[in-house]
Structure formats: structure tokens, C-alpha cells
């Protein structure tokens, strides 16, 4: 069975440019998160999806960051402009939906994409 | 406000040996935690974890144990192999479902 699968791997840009990524989650699971890791920390929750519905977004920073999920299965988390602080691992989880109890949170996550912003 | 910490940066332990990884929480909605294991350039993975209602779960070499009065919890792993290096962290799961607070990771080494 295939995993969680980001892309871009890396990403270097100059600030305030746009960049954006690219999540498919793994086949028939409903809810799928995007995280923030910043070095020494662990993963930060940016925003979480049930199907397309976003149901967590109050860690996202809503003036230079947004999120869509079409269709409920790819989703793509977009900055723009990026800012130097904005240099982190993002990293694409997805979990099965909140009826499966507390299964659910297991969730399984990609590689990440590590953007540097210079 | 850190509500899961874990105060060893980094675990150095020899082969066949028993690895003890800690984690702190302070949010007392937090009832259930787990473990996720990370390499280098790869995303974190499920380990094991555990609920409030118990105080120990074990799944092979892997065992975690919660102490609620405590506000603390520990993986052992037994016994550790050079495989199990990696960074650890900790989550916790309670105040809002599906969202998962992490601790900052704890580097563990293993020698041969």
C-alpha cells in the first residue's frame, strides 16, 4: 500500500515569493492534517480536514498561508509571500476518519518538503 | 506555552541494553498518548501508544508506560538495537480529537 506522498522534497525561494505543496494522502482515509516542523521541534498543526471540510484551521496563519482540499483527497497548503521564518519541514499526515475511533489517531505521515526561504 | 516536553535532547545507549525515552505533559485533557519514531529525511511513524484508562501498553521490545498523577510517561525499549536509532517524540491527543500536541523529540543513539 503506498504512503502519505508530498512533493516538492525541497524547496528553496527567495522571500516573498509564492510556493506552494502538494499532498496525496493514503487511499481511504477522510481526515488529513498539515503540519509545521520547525529544527529541534516537533510537528506543529497547521490545519486538519475532514473530507473537504476544513474542521481545525487555528494554527494556520490565515494572512499568508491557505489550504484547499478538492474532492477530498489531494490537498495542497500554499504561502504567500513567504517570509524568512517561514523556513520549516511541512509535513502531510492523514489518519481514518473520526468514526473509526480512537484509531484515528494514528496518523501516517509523508516525507515532508523542506523549504528554506533565503 | 510547551504542554508536552521532553527534557532529554539527545540518548546515547549500548546494544542489548534497555533504552528508557521520557516525556512530560502538563494539559490534564490529555488522554491519550503515543510515540512516533523518526529517521533522517523521512517522515515520523506510529510506534505504540497508549491510553488514560491504562498505565502500561506493551507491543514487542516496545513497552510505554503513563503515570497520571505524575504527568509523565516513558518508552522502553528492550533490547536496544542499532536500528532504534532515530528521534522519538511524544504526542498527546485529548483537548481537541485529531489534533495531536508533540513534544520536541529526543535523539537516541545506539551503539554497537
Known amino acids: 500500500e503506498a504512503g502519505v506522498v508530498q512533493s516538492p522534497r525541497y524547496k528553496i525561494i527567495e522571500k516573498k515569493q509564492p510556493v506552494a505543496f502538494w499532498c496525496n494522502p493514503i487511499?481511504?482515509?477522510?481526515?488529513l492534517y498539515w503540519y509545521r516542523q520547525n529544527l529541534g521541534q516537533g510537528p506543529e498543526l497547521l490545519i486538519r480536514?475532514?473530507?473537504?471540510?476544513?474542521?481545525?484551521d487555528s494554527q494556520l496563519p490565515k494572512d499568508r498561508f491557505s489550504a484547499e482540499r478538492l474532492k477530498g483527497v489531494d490537498s495542497t497548503l500554499k504561502i504567500q509571500p513567504a517570509e524568512l521564518g517561514d523556513s520549516a519541514v511541512y509535513l502531510c499526515a492523514s489518519s481514518l476518519g473520526s468514526t473509526s475511533g480512537r484509531a484515528y489517531n494514528e496518523q501516517f505521515f509523508g516525507p515532508g518538503t523542506r523549504l528554506t526561504v533565503l | 506555552d510547551q504542554q508536552v516536553k521532553q527534557n532529554s535532547p539527545s540518548l546515547s545507549v549500548q546494544e542489548g541494553r534497555i533504552s528508557i525515552l521520557n516525556c512530560d505533559y502538563t494539559n490534564s485533557m490529555f488522554d491519550y498518548f503515543l510515540w512516533y519514531k523518526k529517521y533522517p529525511a523521512e517522515g515520523p511513524t506510529f510506534l505504540i501508544s497508549i491510553s488514560s484508562i491504562k498505565d502500561k501498553n506493551e507491543d514487542g521490545r516496545f513497552t510505554v508506560f503513563l503515570n497520571k498523577s505524575a504527568k509523565h510517561l516513558s518508552l522502553h525499549i528492550v533490547p536496544s538495537q542499532p536500528g532504534d536509532s532515530a528521534v522519538y517524540f511524544c504526542?498527546?491527543?485529548?483537548?481537541?480529537?485529531?489534533?495531536?500536541?508533540f513534544g520536541q523529540g529526543t535523539i537516541l543513539t545506539v551503539h554497537p
Open positions: 480536514y475532514e473530507n473537504e471540510e476544513a474542521v481545525d
Open positions: 487511499s481511504g482515509h477522510n481526515t
Open positions: 504526542a498527546a491527543d485529548g483537548t481537541s480529537y485529531g489534533k495531536l500536541t
